[in-house]
């Protein structure tokens, strides 16, 4: 399978939060943009992820509440993970900023959103458009699963961005 959605547990993630305290060790912390913060998320997801992340980014930060988590880090966004963002019951797009990856921060974005679900009410949450890169990080963080003939889902009669 190159693409498809995963599913995830919500009941069954450890809600211990501890990822939190180990980002704060490494000097990041994983909270929600402040209002006044939108242009600067919006534009840093641009410039790092492109437009069509844009798009959802904007969506879950003018969600009440917010759906969009940031990675700071010495004053700086290093990363971001929005829900509710592509369709509802949906999390992602996540992403790290490439020389800060491998130190745990995309594991503690995804928690921290899915955790946010959890107490929102969902059961459920589903990851979508996953490619082969990317089950083996939702498999072992989250639990995820592939879902089957789950692609192109949702996505089926997507308008391409930027239309004339
Ligand atoms: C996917 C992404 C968010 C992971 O961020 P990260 O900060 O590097 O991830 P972490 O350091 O928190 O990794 C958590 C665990 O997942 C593992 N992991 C990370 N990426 C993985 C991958 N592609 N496949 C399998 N395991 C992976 C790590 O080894 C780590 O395991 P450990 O806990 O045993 O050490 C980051 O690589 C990224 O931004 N990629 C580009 C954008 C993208 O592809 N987004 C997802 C679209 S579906």
Same mark, same amino acid.
């Given at each position: 399978?190159?693409?498809?959605?995963?599913?995830?547990?919500?009941?069954?993630?450890?809600?211990?939060?501890?990822?939190?305290?180990?980002?704060?060790?490494?000097? *990041?912390?994983?909270?929600?943009?402040?209002?006044?913060?939108?242009?600067?998320? *919006?534009?840093?997801?641009?410039?790092?992820?492109?437009?069509?992340?844009?798009?959802?980014?904007?969506?879950?930060?003018?969600?009440?509440?917010?759906? %969009?988590?940031?990675? *700071?880090?010495?004053?700086?966004?290093?990363?971001?993970?929005? @829900?509710?963002?592509?369709?509802?019951?949906? %999390?992602?797009?996540?992403?790290?900023?490439?020389?800060?990856?491998?130190?745990?921060?995309?594991?503690?974005?995804?928690?921290?959103?899915?955790?946010?679900?959890?107490?929102?009410?969902?059961? @459920?949450?589903? *990851?979508?458009?996953?490619?082969?890169?990317?089950?083996?990080? @939702?498999?072992?963080?989250?639990?995820?699963?592939?879902?089957?003939?789950?692609?192109?889902?949702? @996505?089926?009669?997507?308008?391409?961005?930027?239309?004339?």
């Amino acid at each position: 399978m190159d693409r498809a959605d995963m599913l995830v547990k919500l009941y069954d993630l450890d809600d211990s939060r501890s990822f939190l305290a180990e980002q704060e060790t490494r000097g *990041i912390t994983i909270r929600k943009p402040l209002g006044g913060e939108k242009q600067p998320v *919006i534009d840093w997801v641009g410039k790092h992820f492109g437009d069509e992340w844009v798009d959802e980014t904007e969506m879950a930060i003018m969600s009440s509440p917010k759906s %969009c988590f940031v990675a *700071i880090r010495e004053n700086r966004i290093i990363g971001f993970c929005c @829900y509710d963002a592509t369709a509802l019951g949906f %999390c992602g797009p996540i992403g790290v900023e490439a020389p800060h990856r491998g130190n745990g921060t995309g594991k503690a974005l995804l928690l921290t959103s899915l955790l946010d679900m959890k107490l929102k009410g969902y059961g @459920y949450a589903i *990851i979508g458009w996953v490619n082969r890169d990317g089950f083996g990080f @939702y498999r072992k963080v989250a639990g995820a699963v592939a879902i089957a003939d789950s692609f192109p889902g949702v @996505y089926k009669a997507y308008l391409p961005g930027k239309q004339q």
